[in-house]
């Protein structure tokens, strides 16, 4: 493989959208090239520090619904009722209504980019920051599959493609099912993950990396029964880190504090 062959493939090698054929190829020139290597850094780099600062907010499950239902076609947008408004309604029904309105949304974009501004930024491990900005592509691509058929297989052949030892893997329940596996780059590192759905739609991504190099921060653990991961609310999601094994694991929730300690156990356990 050239050097211009392997830069054309560096964008979806950091994000995970080759072929397993294609992806080893493009690494095993990075590893050979610095010239290729830096370039991969820099994408890695450039990625991670703008999921890091965009914010994210997840969005109520109604809202969610209405809004999967309304891009379906399945909902009908009636248009509001036409009505006069009474006594003072002539002075706010010509140019003065626009000119109050554009000048309260003015004061809002304002006050948003102000706060925008100053609000201090989210910080956690690059490996962890990497894994949320895995979890929303995988959660944003998943939305309308359907769950894996056989989710032993898909693990199976995660666990031959990945290329180290996986601990076992939570296959899924009657509440949370396995939508997918497939090996991705974390933060320069060859993982494999596993993306789940429960009944409300909402995404978990288990991350699972080589334990080599990873250090789980003493600050920020917490206690779940026995287990004590690290463990953060960052950009609208419950982020858990810990090791087990040869391997360090990365989830990645959209569930809701309560849950998503829940789904950290059925994980955890399930090894």
Request: charged share 20%; aromatic share 8%.
């Amino acid at each position: 493989m050239t050097c211009a062959e392997a830069q054309d493939q560096l964008h979806d090698l950091t994000r995970g959208r080759l072929d397993p054929r294609t992806a080893d190829a493009v690494r095993a020139h990075i590893d050979a090239c610095p010239t290729c290597a830096a370039l991969f850094r820099t994408d890695q780099t450039a990625r991670t520090r703008v999921r890091a600062a965009a914010p994210r907010y997840a969005a109520p499950q109604a809202l969610r619904a209405r809004l999967e239902n309304l891009l379906s076609g399945t909902v009908a947008v009636a248009a509001p009722p036409t009505r006069r408004l009474p006594g003072w309604g002539h002075w706010i029904g010509g140019h003065r209504w626009a000119t109050v309105c554009a000048g309260v949304l003015t004061l809002l974009v304002l006050g948003w980019a102000g706060w925008s501004w100053w609000r201090p930024t989210e910080s956690a491990p690059p490996l962890v920051m990497a894994a949320i900005s895995e979890h929303t592509e995988y959660r944003n691509r998943e939305m309308r599959t359907s769950p894996a058929a056989d989710p032993q297989a898909v693990v199976d052949h995660l666990r031959g493609e990945v290329g180290y030892p996986l601990p076992p893997a939570f296959l899924g329940d009657a509440a949370v099912q396995l939508m997918k596996g497939e090996v991705t780059d974390l933060s320069g590192r060859r993982a494999a993950a596993l993306v789940y759905r429960d009944a409300y739609r909402r995404y978990s991504t288990l991350f699972l990396v080589p334990a080599a190099g990873v250090e789980v921060p003493a600050q920020g653990r917490t206690t779940i029964e026995t287990f004590t991961p690290y463990r953060q609310a960052l950009s609208g999601h419950q982020v858990f880190l810990w090791k087990q094994g040869g391997v360090a694991c990365v989830l990645v929730s959209d569930l809701d504090p309560a849950d998503s300690a829940a789904m950290f156990l059925k994980i955890r356990k399930s090894a």
